[in-house]
T-cell receptor, first 113, second 115 residues
Framework: GENVEQHPSTLSVQEGDSAVIKCTYSDSASNYFPWYKQELGKRPQLIIDIRSNVGEKKDQRIAVTLNKTAKHFSLHITETQPEDTAVYFCAASKESGNTPLVFGKGTRLSVIA | NAGVTQTPKFRILKIGQSMTLQCTQDMNHNYMYWYRQDPGMGLKLIYYSVGAGITDKGEVPNGYNVSRSTTEDFPLRLELAAPSQTSVYFC??????????????FGPGTRLTVT
């Protein structure tokens, strides 16, 4: 089955700097890669996702890149702000609801003002 | 829409007790999931369902049971609670196949402590 590795487990950045979180996956058939943000005590919420037919997707300060050959994808947050402080999870699956997402273990991002 | 709702929010169980965690969604999603999240850890899939009457095991199903008699409800049953089941439990749902989004919508979670 699918296995998703996520690095780093913790990341501290100064406000205004960029943050990069990386994930690798094992199943070459996976074609859907979402990123979730979980603030302390809250539920995970989708912030961006990418499908295997594109290499990059951007939404304001957040971007995701995908390298299908190497089987890795990354989350890039630019101009970080204190409200970006949270745990971020990557996930992978084949694009159908009956193939559950496999999550990485998460990255705890702290943005220091 | 209320989205995905879960009850109770918090619960303390004694070892060996049983309980049911309730999950309901009002978005007419066919796919529903139960995850557990241990402190400082990621999400582990317990069970999932692709529609009423259909359930399947996830990564960590031992000690749990589920049923899916309606599209809206997906309860999770703990029969003999053990300290290892202390965790936060999240229910989630996804739109049916054929849509452009496979976003999982999470409920607010149930914090369970077994002592």
């Amino acid at each position: 089955g699918e296995n998703v590795e996520q690095h780093p487990s913790t990341l501290s950045v100064q406000e205004g700097d960029s943050a990069v979180i990386k994930c690798t996956y094992s199943d070459s058939a996976s074609n859907y890669f979402p990123w979730y943000k979980q603030e302390l005590g809250k539920r995970p919420q989708l912030i961006i996702d990418i499908r295997s037919n594109v290499g990059e997707k951007k939404d304001q300060r957040i971007a995701v890149t995908l390298n299908k050959t190497a089987k890795h994808f990354s989350l890039h947050i630019t101009e970080t702000q204190p409200e970006d402080t949270a745990v971020y999870f990557c996930a992978a699956s084949k694009e159908s609801g009956n193939t559950p997402l496999v999550f990485g273990k998460g990255t705890r991002l702290s943005v220091i003002a | 829409n209320a989205g995905v709702t879960q009850t109770p929010k918090f619960r303390i169980l004694k070892i060996g007790q049983s309980m049911t965690l309730q999950c309901t969604q009002d978005m007419n999603h066919n796919y529903m999931y139960w995850y557990r999240q241990d402190p400082g850890m990621g999400l582990k899939l317990i069970y999932y369902s692709v529609g009423a009457g259909i359930t399947d095991k996830g990564e960590v199903p031992n000690g749990y049971n589920v049923s899916r008699s309606t599209t809206e409800d997906f309860p999770l049953r703990l029969e003999l609670a053990a300290p290892s089941q202390t965790s936060v439990y999240f229910c989630a749902s996804t739109p049916t196949s054929g849509t452009s989004s496979y976003e999982q919508y999470f409920g607010p979670g149930t914090r369970l402590t077994v002592t």
